[in-house]
T-cell receptor
Framework: GENVEQHPSTLSVQEGDSAVIKCTYSDSASNYFPWYKQELGKRPQLIIDIRSNVGEKKDQRIAVTLNKTAKHFSLHITETQPEDSAVYFCAASPPNDYKLSFGAGTTVTVRA | GAGVSQSPRYKVAKRGQDVALRCDPISGHVSLFWYQQALGQGPEFLTYFQNEAQLDKSGLPSDRFFAERPEGSVSTLKIQRTQQEDSAVYLC??????????????FGEGSRLTVL
């Protein structure tokens, strides 16, 4: 099955700086890569996703890049704000599959 | 309700007790998933339903775990003879479409199980 590795496990940034989280996946057939944000004690929520037919996607301060050859994808958060503090999970799913395989998560702390 | 609802939010069980965790998915969602989330880890897949059919139960850790979705809406995850290693947050998620159509998973807030 799909195996997703995520790093770093923790990330502390100064407010206003950028944060980057990287993930690698094992199944070259995977074609769907979402990112979920989980605030303390809350449910995971989708913040952005990308499919394998594009290399980059942006939504305001967040962007995701995908390198299919290297089998890795990254989340970029610019101009970080305190409300960006949370645990972020990457995930991957092969085509015609139904289940997501998640990374172990990155705890992001934005220092004021 | 507008979102996925899970109950109970917190459950403390003595080792050996049986527990039942309930999930109310978003109305009309075809797919329903159960995930297990250990402390400091990402969600791990347990089982998948498409409507009332359980298409995949490969992630269930042992035969003490059982899940059902008899009418294609509400689902129950049952754990028999609980062990300490079962302590985790159990997340339910639903998705509008079935297999072959990846898309957003809508998660519930989870049921935190502590086995003493």
């Amino acid at each position: 099955g799909e195996n997703v590795e995520q790093h770093p496990s923790t990330l502390s940034v100064q407010e206003g700086d950028s944060a980057v989280i990287k993930c690698t996946y094992s199944d070259s057939a995977s074609n769907y890569f979402p990112w979920y944000k989980q605030e303390l004690g809350k449910r995971p929520q989708l913040i952005i996703d990308i499919r394998s037919n594009v290399g980059e996607k942006k939504d305001q301060r967040i962007a995701v890049t995908l390198n299919k050859t290297a089998k890795h994808f990254s989340l970029h958060i610019t101009e970080t704000q305190p409300e960006d503090s949370a645990v972020y999970f990457c995930a991957a799913s092969p085509p015609n599959d139904y289940k997501l395989s998640f990374g172990a998560g990155t705890t992001v702390t934005v220092r004021a | 309700g507008a979102g996925v609802s899970q109950s109970p939010r917190y459950k403390v069980a003595k080792r050996g007790q049986d527990v039942a965790l309930r999930c109310d998915p978003i109305s009309g969602h075809v797919s329903l998933f159960w995930y297990q989330q250990a402390l400091g880890q990402g969600p791990e897949f347990l089982t998948y339903f498409q409507n009332e059919a359980q298409l995949d139960k490969s992630g269930l850790p042992s035969d003490r775990f059982f899940a059902e979705r008899p009418e294609g809406s509400v689902s129950t995850l049952k754990i028999q003879r609980t062990q300490q290693e079962d302590s985790a947050v159990y997340l339910c998620a639903s998705r509008l479409y079935g297999t072959g159509f990846p898309g957003e998973l809508f998660f519930g807030e989870g049921s935190r199980l502590t086995v003493l």
